[in-house]
């Protein structure tokens, strides 16, 4: 999965150095073993030798061990610091979100994600953001625990009812972003899916003038209809 | 108790009474340990039916084998039979059957509580599993709140998983507090700490640290079940309650839980290397004290679990060094196994074969976890099958390999007869190719794809079809492997060779008692010299055989 966000860059890097570190340990491991088993099976007259590690080989040991997880440890924190960084939207991004991330409310719920937009225009299931801006997703949830993954955009992150939780990205290109909810959430849960539009800002623009019409139109239709005596 | 003057072991016959109501009515640590250790066995065919029935259900894409809703049961069930009805109970079996033979005690300080303990295991079995009369959880491994709240899941189904998991919870408390009274109190003479085997210091570490997570959980659990039926708000948002709160108390306890089940194996494979290998173990202080470590910090390490929740940067970086933090004892442990077979003459029997099994699982699993570790990455990897993956690659390798190496090293002691090697072979080479056909995919399938966990299904044009099919063959590859096992027990029983009360040549106590051994465990509190007594005795054995052999020879009119 290719990364389209500077936030997933470091991610992605990161995952690397992690696969590395975590090949480095299994295979010297099972290295080992293999050796062990291969060169010390028993044969006839051959005599194990009685010995027991001293102190000072343990402390070698714990001290290899040790300068292997600090090394760990401050490359994570380095690239989780990268990546944490909130972008600025770029010269292709939308106007109105230079000085201040454009943010989008989003909100989990048994098994659909709604997305409210700055001009009170709503969608479900499909987010449409602007390329090369840097989009703020301020995730609620208002029944159970869900989690918010778009890989390709930016790291998952828990919407928990009663909290709220970010996740920031600047999408670089335009095309359709596919995730699906990460935490157990009950009977569809399999089928809680999302999908992000990437496109220009100007279609951004007509996309949520248009939907807070459509809206509008539909909210009027039914008033109308209530007014009328008619049920809906 | 361990007087000069001699005990009063029996006064009178006992009443001879059927055999199974006298194994359920006896508090005798063996007796209370060998229904554990069957139990588990049996629950772990459960879990590996369970596991079965959702891998096929996600063969294929899109697949309507099981219904969502069966198909969460099984997750549910399968998350409580695996974890609170077998790992567990596997491991803490072991344990209360060998610990006390280990340090030389000739039963254990608070029997009864043992009893009770078994007992509650027993009734948390059956509640889990009587709620299959209505019907079963539908909440998850982990029944996260606010799911496992009666406004998402109205049935009975979180009620029964609670208080089931909550007896059996319950039921381990008993028996740690039992085990540690045991250890701290009823060591033969001369068995200071510093010669206590290595199996049974794991057991007083468990013990201790059910001891601290296991009323956590209970603590939860009561929380769960007062805000599904007596109004209670813990976990319920909106009225001063925290979703996030059961997601702290929970992790502490599954990940408490899950640095027991590689204690429990880590310190068997300690105790069946240096047999196996003729050579003592490495370092005997930098083993168990890598345990004591391993049962600190991993527990503290709960909120790795947590690092995609609303919590500050702070706690993220604070699980992360606990988490990492565990790469030093747990290389050290895994450093002075493998050290102690250098050098050695290893005979390559089933017990060691499982043993170097697990310890490649456990590698495999843990190499993974030090990604999931790293704060970004988990941001990633958190929830994708490549954490069912590493999660299963360790507890598989501690649970099933390491608990089969216990198993196949100890059944002559538990029953008197040997298991078939043969099979025993089998077995092991079927689950070991196995284990690596049924995760390596979801390996894949989680780093490059992203394929959600706990899901009853995955689209179609995800790219994870292949990979899905081949861990779905794996896991009935492993499924057999491990049938394999369960058989060979059942035939072994009453089959298998006969064994000698020293199987194995082994170093500690528990080879000095009979196999299986006599209900009193030793007629006479073994004098312990070092931290081998069981080779001190057969030296012991030797030079006075060579004694009598030369005064014999002396004595001889010469011709």
């Known amino acids: 999965m290719a990364p389209h966000s500077p936030g997933t860059d470091q991610i992605d890097t990161l995952l690397w150095i992690g696969f590395v570190a975590a090949t480095i340990v299994i295979v010297a491991i099972n290295v080992a073993l293999i050796y062990a088993v291969h060169c010390y099976r028993g044969s006839r007259g051959a005599e194990p030798r009685q010995i027991r590690g001293g102190r000072r080989t343990q402390f070698r040991a714990a001290a290899g061990l040790t300068v292997f997880a600090v090394a760990i440890f401050v490359v994570s924190v380095i690239y989780t610091g990268k990546a944490r960084e909130t972008p600025t939207t770029g010269p292709a991004g939308l106007a109105s979100a230079r000085s201040a991330p454009l943010k989008i409310e989003t909100t989990g719920q048994q098994w659909l994600w709604r997305y409210d937009y700055p001009n009170e225009a709503f969608s479900y299931y499909k987010l449409v953001v602007p390329v090369d801006t840097t989009v703020e997703l301020d995730l609620v949830s208002t029944d159970v625990i869900h989690t918010w993954d778009v890989p390709q955009l930016a790291g998952k992150r828990d919407a928990v009812p009663g909290k709220t939780n970010h996740v920031v990205f600047r999408a670089d290109e335009e095309g359709v972003y596919h995730g699906q909810a990460a935490t157990f959430s009950g009977q569809a849960y399999g089928a809680m899916r999302t999908e992000v539009d990437v496109v220009s800002p100007q279609e951004y623009e007509d996309f949520i003038k248009r939907q807070k019409t459509d809206i509008q139109a539909a909210q009027d239709r039914v008033v109308g209809l209530i007014e009328k005596g008619e049920v809906p | 108790m361990n007087g000069t003057s001699p005990e009063v072991v029996v006064d009178g016959f006992p009443r001879r009474r059927p055999r199974w109501i006298a194994i359920a009515t006896s508090a005798d640590h063996k007796d209370v340990g060998r229904v554990m250790i069957v139990g588990a066995l049996g629950f772990l065919f459960i879990a590996v039916v369970e596991l079965l029935l959702m891998r096929l259900q996600l063969a294929v894409p899109e697949n309507s084998l099981l219904t969502p809703v069966t198909f969460n049961r099984m997750l549910s069930l399968y998350g409580a039979t695996a974890i609170f009805l077998f790992a567990i109970p596997l491991a803490f079996g072991l344990f209360y059957y060998l610990a006390p033979l280990q340090v030389g005690a000739r039963g254990t300080a608070l029997p009864r509580l043992g009893q009770i303990g078994l007992w509650l295991y027993i009734a948390g079995a059956t509640v889990l599993y009587a709620g299959f009369l209505f019907t079963p959880s539908e909440a998850g491994v982990n029944p996260l709140a606010p799911l496992s709240e009666l406004a998402f899941l109205p049935n009975n189904g979180v009620d029964a ?393 002396e004595t001889q009119p010469v011709a």
């Open chain 2, 161 to 553: 998983w609670a208080a089931a998991n909550g007896l059996a919870t319950l039921g381990f408390v008993l028996i740690a507090i039992n085990l540690v009274a045991t250890l701290r109190r009823m060591r033969a003479p001369g068995m200071a700490w510093r010669r206590v085997p290595v199996f049974a210091w794991a057991a007083a570490i468990c013990s201790w640290l059910m001891l601290v997570i296991g009323p956590v959980m209970l603590a939860a659990i009561s929380m769960l079940l007062i805000d599904r039926n007596f109004d209670g708000i813990f976990f319920a948002d909106g009225s001063g309650g925290a979703p996030l709160l059961w997601e702290h108390l929970s992790w502490i306890f599954y990940t408490g839980a899950y640095m027991l089940i590689l204690i429990t194996a880590l310190g068997a494979i300690a105790e069946i290397i240096p047999v196996f290998a003729h050579k003592p173990l490495f370092n005997r202080a930098a083993v168990t004290g890598s345990l004591v470590a391993i049962a600190v910090i991993g527990t503290l390490a709960w909120m790795q679990n947590m690092l995609t929740s609303p919590i500050g940067i702070g706690w993220m970086y604070f699980a992360m060094v606990m988490s990492l933090a565990l790469i030093v004892p747990f290389g050290l442990v895994i450093f002075n196994l493998i050290a102690t077979m250098i050098g050695g003459t290893l005979q390559m029997r089933a017990p060691l074969l499982f043993s170097l099994g697990a310890i490649s699982a456990i590698s495999i699993g843990l190499g993974s976890e030090i990604s999931h570790s790293m704060v970004a990455v988990a941001w990633r990897l958190h929830n994708t099958t490549d954490a069912t993956a590493a999660t299963h690659f360790a507890l598989i390798g501690g649970s099933v390999f390491g608990g089969f190496a216990a198993l196949h090293y100890w059944f002559p002691k538990l029953t008197g007869r040997t298991m078939g090697e043969t099979l025993a072979r089998l077995s092991f080479w079927t689950m070991a190719i196995g284990i690596l056909v049924a995760f390596v995919p979801l390996f894949l399938a989680g780093t490059d794809h992203g394929q959600v966990v706990d899901a009853y299904k995955f689209f179609s044009g995800t790219g994870v079809s292949a990979e899905n099919l081949i861990a779905t063959i794996g896991t009935f590859i492993l499924a057999t492997g491990i049938l394999l096992t369960l058989i060979n027990a059942i035939l072994s029983r009453t089959n298998g060779a006969r064994a000698g009360h020293d199987q194995w040549g082994g170093n500690t106590l528990e080879w000095f008692a009979l196999s299986p051994p006599e209900p009193h465990n030793f007629d006479v509190p073994p004098d312990v010299r070092s931290d081998q007594p069981m080779r001190d005795i057969r030296e012991a054995i030797a030079n006075r055989t060579r004694r009598d052999e030369r005064a014999a020879r």
